[in-house]
C-alpha cells in the first residue's frame, strides 16, 4: 500500500509536469493548470494507480490490451472526474467541445487515444525505473514521506475546496445582486416607457385640434418673416449659432397673439 500511495505522488506530479509544458506550448506562457494550489494534478496519479492495480497482470501477457485498457481507464477517470467537479463546483475544468467525437465537452476520442499511448509508455519506460527507485528507498522513510505528502495534499485539498465555495458563494451573490438591479432596471424602463407613450399619445391628441394646427400655422409664418427679415450675414450666423434666439422670440410673440385673442 506505501508504494501505491508513493506512485500516486510521483504520477500526480509527472501529471502536473505534463499539463503545465502543453500549457507553455499552448500560450506561450507558465499557467499552473493544476485542481490545487501544489504542483500535483491527482487525476493522472488516480489515472496511473488504475493502470497499474488492474493492467499489471495483463501487460505481462499481452501489449494491445494494455493500451486498450490504458484508453479505457483515463477515458472513464475523466468522463466521472469531469462530470462530477462541473456537478460539485458548477465549473468545467476542461472541455473539449469543439473536438469531434467528444461526449458532453467531458472526453474525445482524441485525447482518449493520446491518454492510452501516454499511459503504455509511462507504465513500459517509466514505470520500472520507479520501482527501482522505490525498493532503495527505506520503508519508514516511504511511510514518513507518504504521510507528510497527504496532511499537505489534505490542507491544500480543503484550502482549494474552501475557495472554490467561497467563490461560488460569491458569484451567486453577484448573481443575485445582478438579477434584482435588472429588476429594478426593468421596472423602470416600463414606467418611462409608459410614461413615454402616455405623453406620446397626449402631444398626439393635442396636435390634432384645430386651434392647435392655427397656432402652428401662424408660428410657421412668423418663422419665415423673422427669417426673412434678418438679412444680413452677420445676422443669419447668429440664427444659426444661437437657434434659440429665434425660438425665444417666437414664443414671445406667440404668447402675445394667445393674450389678445382671449
Given at each position: 500500500m506505501r508504494f501505491y500511495i508513493g506512485y500516486f505522488f510521483v504520477y500526480a506530479f509527472i501529471g502536473w509536469i505534463m499539463e503545465v509544458s502543453y500549457q507553455a506550448v499552448?500560450?506561450?506562457?507558465?499557467?499552473?493548470?493544476?485542481f490545487l494550489n501544489g504542483p500535483l494534478c491527482p487525476i493522472y496519479g488516480f489515472g496511473a494507480l488504475g493502470v497499474i492495480y488492474f493492467?499489471?497482470?495483463?501487460?505481462?501477457?499481452?501489449?494491445?490490451?494494455?493500451?486498450?485498457?490504458?484508453?479505457?481507464?483515463?477515458?472513464?477517470?475523466?468522463?466521472?472526474?469531469?462530470f462530477l467537479l462541473e456537478k460539485i463546483f458548477h465549473k468545467k475544468w476542461w472541455d473539449y467541445s469543439d473536438m469531434r467525437f467528444n461526449v458532453g465537452g467531458y472526453i474525445c476520442l482524441e485525447f482518449s487515444i493520446l491518454w492510452g499511448l501516454a499511459c503504455f509508455v509511462l507504465y513500459e519506460a517509466v514505470h520500472p525505473l520507479i520501482v527501482r527507485f522505490f525498493a532503495f528507498l527505506n520503508p519508514k522513510f516511504?511511510?514518513?514521506?507518504?504521510?507528510?505528502?497527504?496532511?499537505?495534499?489534505?490542507?491544500d485539498l480543503a484550502q482549494t475546496i474552501l475557495t472554490l465555495v467561497g467563490l461560488n458563494k460569491k458569484f451567486k451573490k453577484l448573481q443575485a445582486a445582478s438579477e434584482d438591479i435588472r429588476e429594478v432596471s426593468d421596472d423602470i424602463g416600463k414606467r418611462v416607457y409608459d410614461r413615454?407613450?402616455?405623453?406620446?399619445?397626449?402631444?398626439?391628441?393635442?396636435?390634432?385640434?384645430?386651434?392647435?394646427?392655427?397656432?402652428?400655422?401662424?408660428r410657421a409664418k412668423m418663422r419665415a418673416d423673422l427669417i426673412n427679415k434678418f438679412d444680413k450675414m452677420s445676422e443669419k450666423r447668429l440664427i444659426k449659432a444661437f437657434p434659440n434666439l429665434v425660438e425665444d422670440l417666437l414664443d414671445r410673440v406667440e404668447k402675445d397673439i394667445d393674450d389678445l385673442e382671449k
Open positions: 499552448k500560450t506561450g506562457r507558465f499557467i499552473n493548470r493544476g493492467l499489471t497482470d495483463i501487460a505481462k501477457t499481452n501489449k494491445l490490451y494494455l493500451f486498450f485498457g490504458s484508453v479505457f481507464i483515463a477515458t472513464a477517470l475523466e468522463l466521472v472526474g469531469g516511504i511511510f514518513y514521506a507518504n504521510a507528510i505528502l497527504l496532511v499537505i495534499l489534505a490542507i413615454t407613450m402616455a405623453i406620446k399619445e397626449k402631444r398626439e391628441e393635442i396636435a390634432d385640434r384645430p386651434r392647435v394646427k392655427e397656432i402652428e400655422a401662424k
